[in-house]
């Protein structure tokens, strides 16, 4: 059986076990959905969102791209953050990042990656304006881990600084989390990021509503 096959065969089981527990389940499934959570996290295939929260299907939506990243002109991750919050009403938004991210690995390194180099070029962003910071470890692997939370970090200003979000957040609450996943050990990390702090400064330029 090779590798496609494969993959027929384990639908086949996921099916029937799940008809086992629950005849409905895919009756259920098909009437629509009403997750609390959008997550984005990074497209590595060691990283997947409903696997490492313990969710079932329905219960988050997912966007995911190479190193987590909330890009004000990619029409991908705006179009998913604004269906979400205006159309399906989540209460929570996650931004997901993991250590050992290769895409970080490769912002951080003095080399031509065509088509890659637009992208990346937002993580040097992220970089830049922690670049006293981050210069001042020494560790490269430390470094590299706060890359990644700092990353984090500045995706989820990213989000706030978006029209949805701020209306969502003022009309009803929505919440939005910085989170790391540690993928020596499994565990999530919350990053307790001061957001108000951050924030104080830049709403002044930001604020939409």
């Known amino acids: 059986?090779?590798?496609i096959e494969k993959i027929f065969a384990n639908n086949k089981e996921w099916i029937a076990g799940k008809l086992s527990l629950d005849p409905a389940y895919f009756?259920?499934?098909?009437?629509?959905?009403?997750?609390?959570?959008?997550y984005i996290g990074c497209s590595d295939s060691?990283?997947?969102?409903?696997d490492l929260m313990g969710v079932q299907p329905g219960e988050v939506f997912v966007h995911r791209n190479i190193a987590n990243m909330v890009i004000s002109i990619d029409l991908n991750v705006m179009s998913v953050i604004n269906y979400s919050v205006r159309h399906l009403k989540?209460?929570?938004?996650?931004?997901?990042?993991h250590y050992s991210c290769g895409g970080i690995k490769a912002a951080?390194?003095?080399v031509d990656l065509g088509i890659l180099n637009p992208w990346l070029r937002n993580i040097r962003d992220v970089y830049r304006l922690h670049k006293d910071e981050?210069?001042?470890i020494a560790d490269e692997?430390?470094?590299?881990?706060?890359?990644?939370?700092l990353n984090v970090q500045e995706q989820c200003v990213n989000l706030i600084k978006t029209a949805s979000v701020q209306q969502a957040h003022r009309q009803r609450g929505l919440m939005v989390y910085g989170w790391v996943f540690d993928i020596h050990t499994g565990?999530?990390?919350d990053l307790k990021i001061d957001f108000p702090k951050i924030l104080a400064d830049i709403m002044e330029i930001y604020r939409l509503s």
Do not use: D, W
């Open 1 to 3: 059986m090779n590798s």
């Open 27 to 38: 009756e259920n499934l098909n009437k629509g959905q009403n997750p609390e959570f959008l």
């Open 46 to 50: 060691r990283v997947t969102a409903e």
């Open 90 to 97: 989540v209460k929570h938004i996650i931004v997901c990042g």
């Open 108 to 110: 951080m390194q003095s």
């Open 134 to 136: 981050l210069n001042a």
């Open 141 to 149: 692997q430390a470094r590299y881990n706060r890359l990644v939370e």
């Open 187 to 189: 565990k999530l990390i």
